[in-house]
């Protein structure tokens, strides 16, 4: 479902449209002396304002995609890291080693040596949230946890498993994989950033973007036209909201 501010952009680039809709057809009626407000100059921005709201459904499409894939990249860690527990307890392994092992495995699992005074770890499976810092940060220890986890093994010669998926040579090439797809999300986030941001600038920048530059079209039809003209009575009415902080 779309939020309600990608909603309130969408509007205003559709209630723009109508407006120049409207000067349009006033026309040579119509003719400011100020640049931005002739209609070659009012129909770029139109265009460019239609393209910038594409860019980011495209670009967000993309961001919801990396996220998706880290999800189901991550989603068999935590057993994976009990098999590797049990494994690596079946092994000539001290205790120590089997101590220092399950230590990385609470953290995967969510549960920390000295439990929180309140709340809890953050859970690495969820939803990317709005910004990427937190969930960012979660699955970064996740992957650094992981990599214990194999350092530990690796240290164990007598840790030679005869499955494929508990061997150490899949366990680096997992712990690339999901080192890659994490890093996958935050560039896919560094460009839907930017591309809001782009967007933005176009519907929102002081004094030419698409919210003030509506303004002033409506300015400019009530002086030629007069406040009780039906033809501002036409452009008046048209709503638009500026973006929230």
Known sequence: ?????ETG???NVANFQDLVAFV????VTYNPSKSALKLPQLTALNTAAQATLADVITKNTAFNNKVNERVLAFSNLKPLATRLMSALQTTDASAQKIVDAKTFNKKIQGVRATPLAAGGVPDPNAPAPTTISTSQLSYDQQIQHF???IAVLQSETSYTPN??????VTLTAKQADLTAKNNAVSTAYAIISNSRIARD???YGKDTGL????SEIKKYVKSVFGASSPQFAQVKGIEFSKKKK
């Open 1 to 5: 479902m779309a939020s309600t501010s």
């Open 9 to 11: 952009n969408a509007k």
């Open 24 to 27: 349009t057809a006033y026309g």
């Open 147 to 149: 990599a214990g986890i």
């Open 163 to 168: 499955e494929t998926e508990l061997k150490i």
């Open 201 to 203: 600038t176009t519907l």
């Open 211 to 214: 919210f003030d530059i509506a």
